[in-house]
């Protein structure tokens, strides 16, 4: 019987020892990690600040001609720092982007729109027929305001306008096959009630959510989001 609780307590003495190795081993790996991330953030603000002080060129060849339409998604609490957001915008300016969509879930940035573009020289409104403007300058920029409500309500235009439609056709075997929804007839649709609206080449989303927090899905069909 002793000698069972002799090597009772050396297992449990080895098991102590190994959870207690573990832990340290965890913390060990745990404190690499963040040093690793903590020096990478550090060598990226330096690598921005030395670029935008002119010292580095890394991005002087960045094609801007290919980023014809750019959409920036802000959470709602960031949303409400409006000076950040003009001097975003600012930024984007003398990058050379010619268009822009603000998006935000609560339409905070839209209630504000006149405030923003007053900031900005040479800021319109972005409409449909800017799309294939070749007039844009360097200096100017179209800018779109957008917000959850409005993908809500333009899925309920076009699904109103396909209900309508299709009501109309009656019950026969060959029109059936008509009332079948698809991608096609529901861009139709959406262009009919005003709302499909160019697809970005690039959606920027600013927030701790990875997701596009309702931006309009049928816009980001081949859309890269960073």
Known sequence: MDFR???????SFIAQIGNLGLHVLWYFLHFIVSLWYFALGIVCALE???I????????EAFDINKLRYLAVVVESEEAYQIPKIIELLQWLVALGVKRVCLYDTEGILKKSKDSILVKLNNATVFEEADQS???LDHKHISVEFASFSDGKEAVAKAANLLFRKYLKLGDSDKIQEEKIFTEVRMTEALTAVGCRGPEPDLLL???PARCHLGFPAWRIRYTEIM
């Open 5 to 11: 609780d002799g090597m009772h307590k050396v297992y």
């Open 48 to 50: 921005s600040y030395l």
């Open 52 to 59: 935008s002080i002119g010292i580095l060129k890394r991005y």
């Open 133 to 135: 403007n070749p007039l």
């Open 205 to 207: 989303v600013y927030g």
